[in-house]
C-alpha cells in the first residue's frame, strides 16, 4: 500500500470483510452507502481511495472502490479498471497469502498506473 501510494500520491486503505452491515445477500447500494459513510468517518479529505473487498461466500468475491474527488484526478474510471483487473488475475494464485495478495494488488497496479507496466512483470 506504500508503494501504491509513493507511486500515485493517492493514500490506499483496504476493508477486508465477509458481509456488509451484517448482510451477506447485500445491494451495491448497500455498499455504496456503507463506503461513504466510512470514507466520511476515516478521512477528511477527497484524497484518499477505499477498496473494499468482500467475500460473502467462499470462492465469490465483490471489489469494490471509492475514490476521493482529489484522488479521481490520478484515480479515474480507467484507473479502477487496472485495480480491478489486478484483484481479479491473482485470486485464484492459491501460493499468495491475503496479505501477499493485497500487497501485489496495490504494487502492480500503482506501477501501472504511473509507469506504464504491465502485470506478467509479477509472477
Not at 461466500?57 to 469494490?64: A, G, Q, R, S, T
Not at 481479479?88 to 498506473?113: M, P
Request: with cysteine; net charge negative.
Amino acid at each position: 500500500m506504500r508503494s501504491f501510494y509513493q507511486e500515485t500520491g493517492v493514500q490506499p486503505y483496504l476493508i477486508i470483510a465477509d458481509q456488509v452491515n451484517g448482510k451477506k445477500n447485500y445491494t451495491d447500494a448497500d455498499v455504496e452507502s456503507y463506503l461513504r459513510k466510512q470514507y466520511d468517518e476515516l478521512f477528511e479529505d477527497d484524497g484518499h481511495l477505499i477498496l473494499f473487498f468482500c467475500e460473502a461466500y467462499e470462492n465469490y468475491y465483490d471489489p469494490y472502490l471509492l475514490v476521493g474527488e482529489k484522488a479521481a484526478t490520478v484515480i479515474d474510471t480507467e484507473g479502477e479498471n487496472v485495480i480491478y483487473t489486478a484483484i481479479d488475475r491473482w485470486y485464484t494464485d492459491g501460493s499468495l497469502t491475503d496479505s501477499e495478495y493485497f500487497a501485489r494488488i496495490f504494487k502492480a497496479s500503482g506501477d501501472a498506473l504511473m509507469n506504464g507496466t504491465t502485470f506478467s512483470e509479477y509472477r
